[in-house]
């Protein structure tokens, strides 16, 4: 039974691999980059998500919120850190749902792991919402192989121009 559960994880994971590696009109494949202050992971790769085959979920933390927040251009932290230790070597996978407003095409969800994105840099999510309509939804499965020890999960985004944060979750799940 453990293996139709981590089977369609390992789809779920593929398919959101997919689903977030879409790219824009005028807007770069890799999408927003971060300025080069620290040493950056190594990127993840299909092969990679094989990893989480022969692992059992140890843990899940969920937060989000429904209430309309303001953001500037560039990246931001939303919600609040989430510390977790892993007993030994762990997989980490990230669901998440963003709905966001503001009057331009370029927007990302950036979640992070001890200051690492999950792959080289953000992927685009598609067309922000326009002056016909209000908002838009993105979602994404990001995905981390950590060394044993303490890490900090940050939910992240990146907009273009200024905009807004609607409702937004992400779910966090330790696989070991």
Not at 53 to 68: A, I
Not at 97 to 106: A, F, I, K, N
């Amino acid at each position: 039974m453990q293996n139709v559960h981590v089977s369609r994880l390992l789809v779920s994971v593929l398919g959101g691999l997919l689903a977030t590696a879409t790219t824009l009109v005028g807007a770069t494949g890799t999408g927003p980059r971060r300025e080069a202050t620290q040493d950056l992971a190594e990127p993840q790769s299909i092969v990679d998500y094989q990893k989480v085959l022969d692992k059992q979920l140890v843990s899940t933390s969920f937060q989000g919120d429904s209430l309309h927040y303001g953001l500037v251009a560039g990246f931001s932290n939303i919600g609040t850190p989430i510390t977790f230790k892993c007993a030994k070597a762990c997989v980490m996978v990230v669901q998440a749902m963003v709905q966001v407003e503001q009057l331009s095409p370029y927007w990302a969800i950036c979640p992070q792991i001890d200051g690492f994105d999950a792959i080289s840099s953000c992927n685009w999510q598609g067309n922000t919402s326009t002056p016909s309509s209000a908002y838009t939804t993105g979602n994404g499965t990001y995905f981390w192989s950590l060394a044993a020890g303490k890490h900090t999960f940050q939910p992240q985004i990146y907009l273009s121009v200024a905009g807004g944060l609607d409702n937004w979750t992400m779910t966090i799940a330790e696989y070991q």
